[in-house]
């Protein structure tokens, strides 16, 4: 099905115990704030028709791990931090599929698993709810994002599609928050038509139908979830256009180092707060262009990894501006995000890094200091 070279082997298991060693002070955290709540039995006891709660997955963790670890709450983490170097390889074998590329899934692993922003409010603060709620849904959606790939690069063929999509609902049901990943999705085909418009002319209808499925299967089981506010999101966005523009600006910066630094220092001066938002919007654009120019094969997947985080941004405002707002580090709600961000500069960086030697170091460079 997925045709790993040998070459690329060592590479990958280098990765994933980069992975391993950078966050090797998970299993020995103690959980901290809200974690506790999952052990009350009343709260944790499996009870569910659809519309479906937005926790499943951590009642579900929490009708069966009680019994096996019992209170060896470092047993809890090693759990945590097993399914997080998991869904590290599944975004390493993800990226490998819809690029084709080894070079390119190394290198934006390598920006993935060493993130800050994304990974360390999730895993490493001992919020352990953070995890069941949210953190491991990842895992499912990325194979889910994967058997896409096959999809469009197998000839179509629908057992792939299938797969799919039965992945996607399934983390869907998992829990409510899944939905964060939902635009690249519905993204993905779009701009696969439209930067191969002459190569898939013959597949048209195969493609365009195929981001329906994925919205109205998503759409269905949220529908009655009380964690979507009463105002449609286009209400939102019309309503607060200004706050919206600003809030998903504030997102791209914050996750974009030495962006995040500089707002973090100088958010409160309202001068250089416009100053940084700014300077995001030609950053991007600059590092789109490049790919544009330099890589034909990869514009739709640079267009699908930028969009899909604008649009996820866009859902962090809409469903909790409070939070995001006012975090200038690590979120929660930046680690879905963030997978988008290291696909699109892994792009970047393999782009640059294409047009010589130097570049090339500079590339190295920029792996040492990240």
């Given at each position: 099905m997925i045709k790993i070279q040998r070459s690329e082997i060592i590479p990958a298991l280098i990765l994933l115990t980069l992975s391993a060693v950078a966050?090797?002070?998970?299993?020995?955290?103690?959980?901290?704030?809200?974690?506790?709540?999952?052990?009350?039995?009343?709260?944790?006891?499996?009870?569910t028709i659809l519309p479906l709660p937005f926790d499943l997955f951590a009642k579900i963790v929490f009708n069966i791990l009680p019994a096996l670890f019992k209170g060896q709450v470092f047993l809890y983490m090693w759990f945590l931090f097993i399914w997080m170097i998991l869904t590290?390889?599944?975004?390493?074998?993800?990226?490998?599929?819809?690029?084709?590329?080894?070079?390119?899934?190394?290198?934006?692993?390598?920006?993935?698993?060493?993130?800050?922003?994304?990974?360390?409010?999730?895993?490493?603060?001992?919020?352990?709810?953070?995890?069941?709620?949210?953190?491991?849904?990842?895992?499912?959606?990325?194979?889910?994002?994967?058997?896409?790939?096959?999809?469009?690069?197998?000839?179509?063929?629908?057992?792939?599609?299938?797969?799919s999509l039965l992945l996607y609902v399934f983390s869907i049901i998992l829990?409510?928050?899944?939905?964060?990943?939902?635009?690249?999705?519905l993204l993905y085909p779009f701009f696969y038509l439209l930067f191969n418009l002459k190569r898939a002319k013959k597949f048209f209808w195969k493609i365009l139908w195929t981001p329906f499925?994925?919205?109205?299967?998503n759409l269905f089981i949220?529908?009655?979830?009380?964690?979507?506010?009463?105002?449609?999101?286009?209400?939102?966005?019309?309503?607060?256009?200004?706050?919206?523009?600003?809030?998903?600006?504030?997102?791209?910066?914050?996750?974009?180092?030495?962006?995040?630094?500089?707002?973090k220092r100088f958010h409160k001066d309202a001068l250089q707060f416009e100053i940084i938002l700014g300077?995001?919007?030609v950053l991007y654009c600059i590092a789109f262009i490049?790919?544009?120019?330099?890589?034909?094969?990869l514009r739709f997947l640079a267009a699908t990894a930028l969009c899909s985080l604008l649009v996820i941004f866009?859902?962090?405002?809409?469903l909790n501006a409070a939070n995001v707002l006012n975090t200038f580090g690590s979120s929660r709600y930046f680690y879905f995000p963030f997978t988008m961000v290291a696909l699109f500069w892994g792009l970047f960086f393999y782009s640059l890094a294409s047009k010589g030697r130097l570049y090339f170091a500079l590339l190295l460079i920029f792996c040492f200091i990240w």
């Amino acid at each position: 099905m997925i045709k790993i070279q040998r070459s690329e082997i060592i590479p990958a298991l280098i990765l994933l115990t980069l992975s391993a060693v950078a966050w090797k002070h998970i299993p020995a955290l103690q959980i901290q704030g809200e974690g506790f709540i999952y052990f009350t039995p009343s709260i944790s006891a499996f009870h569910t028709i659809l519309p479906l709660p937005f926790d499943l997955f951590a009642k579900i963790v929490f009708n069966i791990l009680p019994a096996l670890f019992k209170g060896q709450v470092f047993l809890y983490m090693w759990f945590l931090f097993i399914w997080m170097i998991l869904t590290d390889a599944a975004f390493y074998l993800t990226v490998r599929v819809v690029t084709r590329n080894v070079f390119i899934a190394i290198l934006t692993t390598y920006i993935f698993i060493l993130n800050y922003a994304g990974k360390y409010d999730m895993f490493s603060i001992g919020g352990y709810q953070y995890f069941v709620q949210r953190g491991a849904i990842l895992l499912p959606q990325l194979l889910s994002f994967l058997f896409l790939g096959l999809y469009f690069y197998r000839g179509f063929n629908p057992v792939y599609y299938f797969l799919s999509l039965l992945l996607y609902v399934f983390s869907i049901i998992l829990g409510f928050f899944g939905t964060w990943f939902l635009p690249p999705f519905l993204l993905y085909p779009f701009f696969y038509l439209l930067f191969n418009l002459k190569r898939a002319k013959k597949f048209f209808w195969k493609i365009l139908w195929t981001p329906f499925p994925f919205l109205i299967s998503n759409l269905f089981i949220i529908m009655q979830s009380s964690f979507i506010p009463e105002d449609n999101i286009f209400s939102f966005v019309i309503n607060n256009f200004m706050f919206t523009l600003k809030g998903i600006l504030q997102q791209f910066a914050v996750v974009t180092p030495p962006l995040g630094e500089l707002l973090k220092r100088f958010h409160k001066d309202a001068l250089q707060f416009e100053i940084i938002l700014g300077l995001t919007i030609v950053l991007y654009c600059i590092a789109f262009i490049v790919i544009y120019k330099i890589n034909k094969n990869l514009r739709f997947l640079a267009a699908t990894a930028l969009c899909s985080l604008l649009v996820i941004f866009l859902l962090n405002v809409y469903l909790n501006a409070a939070n995001v707002l006012n975090t200038f580090g690590s979120s929660r709600y930046f680690y879905f995000p963030f997978t988008m961000v290291a696909l699109f500069w892994g792009l970047f960086f393999y782009s640059l890094a294409s047009k010589g030697r130097l570049y090339f170091a500079l590339l190295l460079i920029f792996c040492f200091i990240w």
